[in-house]
């Protein structure tokens, strides 16, 4: 087989066989194939695209590429949770813990952040002392006594998704359905759940701005899941704005606190409520989702919600005294609003450039080398529908430095559209696949 065939093959609109895909994903993991003709291969299928059989055929090549991890350890169905990315998304560190004392085993591999704002794993480390290094052993024995644990990626799991993901970046092919789709799946087979649930991000701050489009991510992620028996639902979702009202990690984490107390911001809430549910439901712990709501609604308000995020900080060497005084954590030297000097109701928040504000002040990482400042942040004081009055506050910055707060003051403000006509608020659960 010789990868110029498989090349032209491509760029003619025709289908690749299994043993082709499996030789060209085979051979770039191995090295044995080079960047440039990888590149150009990303690029055919980019714009002709794969069909149902090659994308199933793609990610398990890319799942086999490494180590498949072995949770039958584990009492019960494990049910993961996967989110396509957004600004601000908090959701793990409550969905988590609420479906942990639900009865669903949580075995979570989680990745740190690049660009925006952290990871889970970054957040989890505002928890002074949390370690995220498990080993499988540990991680399996901490999931049948807690139903929670939260680990690092082991550097081996779908490592030809790891140099693939890599390369299209740099090579405009990231957004192409069928990539995106198998890149996602092959680590979330490969992490070894039974179930999973993925949360489909759509608007301004997601890879796919168009509704239509993420329906359709949506489909083709539920269809590979099904077809590697595993009971895969999608739920499509929102990121025209940033979720709840901080962005930032230590500030995530107070508000994941927040949350667990049932206190925090009404769609970061709805949200972890709609996850969880559908997480219940696969994991065999309710018969349909509204009385999986009920049993989520009731951990929250009887504080056991709170207690499981406890408990995961302590058994994973953080100190707990942390969630019960989060102002313990770290805090930035500058706390500044935003101040508006505009009047009208808000029509869109661009996710993206809080993301990059948030990235400016340190919160994020430009680089994988880069150290993340836990402490800083962007707590948003109006969402989407809001009224905001001249000199009233639209966002509160953590800083520590001034320079730093003035750029990210600047791209707040440009982030934020304010328009004279009255706006509705936005419908944050777009649908079901
Ligand atoms: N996230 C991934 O892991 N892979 C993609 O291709 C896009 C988003
Ligand atoms: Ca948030």
Redesign the pocket.
């Known amino acids: 087989m010789r990868m110029y065939d498989l090349i032209m093959k491509k760029r003619n609109g025709e289908e690749l066989s299994t043993e082709e895909i499996n030789f060209f994903v085979d051979g770039y993991t191995k090295g044995e194939i080079p960047d440039y003709q990888v590149s150009a291969l990303m690029m055919a299928i980019y714009f002709q695209k794969m069909n149902k059989r090659e994308t199933a055929d793609l990610t398990k090549a890319m799942v086999n590429s490494g180590e498949v991890i072995d949770l039958s350890g584990i009492e019960g169905k494990k049910v993961d949770k996967h989110s396509?990315?957004g600004v601000g998304d908090t959701t793990t560190l409550i969905v988590g813990p609420i479906v942990a004392a639900a009865g669903v085993p949580v075995a979570k591999m989680s990745g740190r952040g690049l660009g925006h704002t952290g990871g889970t794993i970054d957040k989890l480390e505002s928890f002074e002392g949390f370690s995220v290094n498990l080993p499988i052993e540990k991680f399996i024995q901490n999931v049948n006594e807690r139903k929670i644990a939260i680990a690092g990626q082991t550097a081996n799991l779908a490592p030809a998704?790891k140099k693939?993901?890599a390369l299209?970046d740099v090579t405009a092919t990231?957004?192409?359905m069928s990539?995106?789709?198998?890149?996602?799946m092959s680590?979330k087979i490969a992490s070894g759940a039974d179930a999973i649930v993925l949360d489909v991000k759509t608007g301004s701050g997601a890879?796919m701005k168009k509704e239509d489009d993420s329906f359709e991510l949506a489909k083709e992620m539920v269809d590979i899941g099904t077809h590697v028996g595993r009971n895969t639902v999608a739920v499509i979702t929102d990121m025209d704005q940033p979720l709840g009202f901080a962005v930032g990690n230590a500030l995530e984490v107070k508000e994941a606190i927040e949350t667990l107390k049932g206190k925090g911001p009404k769609d970061l809430t709805e949200l972890c409520l709609t996850l969880g549910s559908y997480m219940l439901v696969l994991g065999d712990k309710a018969k349909d989702v509204k009385e999986a709501r009920k049993i989520l609604e009731d951990i929250i308000d009887s504080g056991k919600g709170l207690e499981k995020l406890k408990e995961l900080v302590k058994a994973q060497g953080g100190d707990p005294k942390f969630v019960d005084d989060p102002s313990l954590m770290p805090a930035p030297s500058i706390v500044e609003s935003v101040i508006s000097n505009e009047e009208g109701y808000v029509k869109g928040i661009k996710a993206d450039d809080i993301g990059r504000a948030a990235l400016v002040l340190g919160a994020g990482r430009e680089t994988k080398e880069s150290e993340i400042d836990l402490s800083v942040g962007i707590v948003l004081h109006k969402k989407i529908g809001d009224f905001v009055k001249k000199g009233e506050a639209i966002a509160t910055i953590y800083a520590n430095d001034g320079e730093k707060q003035e750029i990210a003051t600047k791209m707040i403000f440009d982030a934020y559209e304010i328009v004279k006509e009255e706006i509705k608020a936005k419908q944050l659960i777009k649908g079901i696949v």
């Open positions: 396509t990315g998704d693939l993901y299209r990231v957004d192409n990539l995106i789709a198998s890149s996602i680590k890879f």
